[in-house]
């Protein structure tokens, strides 16, 4: 069932589009809506690992710096000449062992999810940087390549992927009783350990999920891009949060869902791609996300505090 949360962002979505469509001509035209759509698939593929991780009651903050490298090691791979599903497999793998180290830095540890995850930001944006020594890895092989071209209903792959993902990630939050064990942790931890759950592993699966996701994301960038970016993402971790909390989610964990996630990715790419078509600076575009993140922070302490 959507939430009165999710089905309000819809409403805002949609006013968004029209209050644009009256002030740039291009703003609903075909070519444009396909370019956000297909602009926001990295940032729609983490959120749905985000959701997951916030309504456990952690979050993630080097799920952008994995992107990156992830995707530059998936398209070193394939200029190495491994086959395009190994290297794809192989860099999966990858996003799977730092998001199991991340969870167990968190879980076994007990570091702050803040500094932890901080800490493998930066080892991840370092070691793409030190694997590219700051240059774009091109030329890539087009049967990997192709991942970011043309598809059915003349969308790219990427798109389908991202669809596929969104609605079983929903549906598996919403429905299966596994993923749902994650919003009682993210509620109560100390009742969900009396009553059986297995916290400590779902803490770490959670983890894992994002890390993944996050090397698939990187995956994709690099096929649509044709190139590997050893610095693309940079600042994506605080938008994909954003757009978690302006979905529902909260940062004590409890609350959220992946549509509500992926729709404030949706509503966050759609101000970017307005401020654009009006030619604001790209410098404002990252100080209107700061202000969104803290805003919709802000409302959520609130809420949370009236409910108290």
Request: aromatic letters at 6%.
């Amino acid at each position: 069932m959507v939430a009165f949360r999710e089905l309000a962002l819809i409403g805002i979505i949609l006013a968004t589009a029209l209050v644009m469509s009256q002030l740039s001509p291009y703003f609903l035209s075909g070519g444009n809506l396909r370019s956000v759509l297909v602009g926001l698939v990295p940032g729609a593929i983490m959120a749905v690992g985000m959701a997951v991780l916030l309504a456990s009651g952690g979050f993630d903050l080097s799920v952008a710096a994995v992107m990156a490298l992830c995707g530059t090691i998936a398209a070193w791979l394939t200029v190495q000449d491994v086959p395009v599903p190994m290297a794809i497999l192989l860099t999966l793998l990858l996003g799977l062992l730092i998001g199991s180290g991340n969870g167990a830095l968190v879980t076994f540890l007990g570091i702050n999810p803040l500094i932890a995850t901080l800490g493998t930001m930066s080892i991840a944006r370092g070691l793409a940087l030190v694997i590219t020594e700051g240059y774009n890895i091109s030329s890539l092989p087009d049967s990997f390549t192709q991942l970011g071209e043309q598809g059915p209903l003349k969308l790219p792959w990427m798109v389908w992927i991202m669809l596929a993902l969104i609605i079983l990630g929903d549906l598996a939050l919403r429905r299966t009783r596994f993923l749902r064990q994650v919003y009682y942790i993210g509620g109560n931890e100390r009742a969900a350990r009396v009553s059986g759950i297995p916290v400590d592993g779902m803490r770490v699966f959670t983890y894992m999920l994002s890390g993944t996701l996050a090397a698939l994301a990187g995956v994709l960038l690099a096929a649509r891009l044709s190139t590997a970016v050893p610095t693309a993402g940079e600042g994506l971790e605080l938008t994909v949060i954003a757009a978690a909390v302006i979905g529902g989610a909260s940062l004590a964990g409890g609350e959220g869902s992946v549509l509500g996630a992926v729709l404030g990715i949706a509503f966050l790419s759609m101000i970017s791609n307005a401020l654009t078509l009006l030619s604001v600076s790209i410098f404002w575009q990252i100080v209107v996300t700061g202000v969104v993140l803290i805003v919709a922070v802000s409302i959520d302490v609130l809420l949370r505090r009236r409910r108290a």
